[in-house]
């Protein structure tokens, strides 16, 4: 997982840290009541919601950009494949190399 680069570590510590907020829920319910007081909301559900939708934005965030990367390394590889298929047409028209006997 670690060789393949930084993406998948990033992808691992943000699903981790979901996971973990979700155990932390399951076992103490009630936090978000305690959230709600902090934020100075007066429903634990409306708590939920902006948490909830805090942690969509980010993933989303980070999709986003982990797409914008991707499109830019196919970009690449469109690049390198055009180049490399004008190398081989260029071979074939100019003919094999001779071999002196």
Do not use: H
């Not at 103490?28 to 942690?55: C, D, H, Q, W």
């Not at 469109?78 to 028209?93: C, G, I, K, P, Y």
């Amino acid at each position: 997982m670690v060789k393949r680069g930084r993406e998948d570590i990033a992808l691992f510590l943000m699903s981790g840290f979901v996971g973990i907020g979700l155990m932390i829920v399951a076992v103490y319910p009630n936090i978000f009541e305690f959230i709600a007081s902090v934020m100075g909301l007066e429903l634990k559900a409306r708590a939920i919601l902006v948490i909830s939708n805090l942690t969509l934005f980010v993933i989303v965030t980070y999709l986003f950009n982990r797409i914008s990367k991707m499109y830019e390394k196919i970009s690449e590889l469109n690049e390198e494949l055009s180049l490399l298929r004008t190398t081989v047409d260029e071979q074939r028209v100019d003919g094999p190399p001779e071999q002196d006997d």
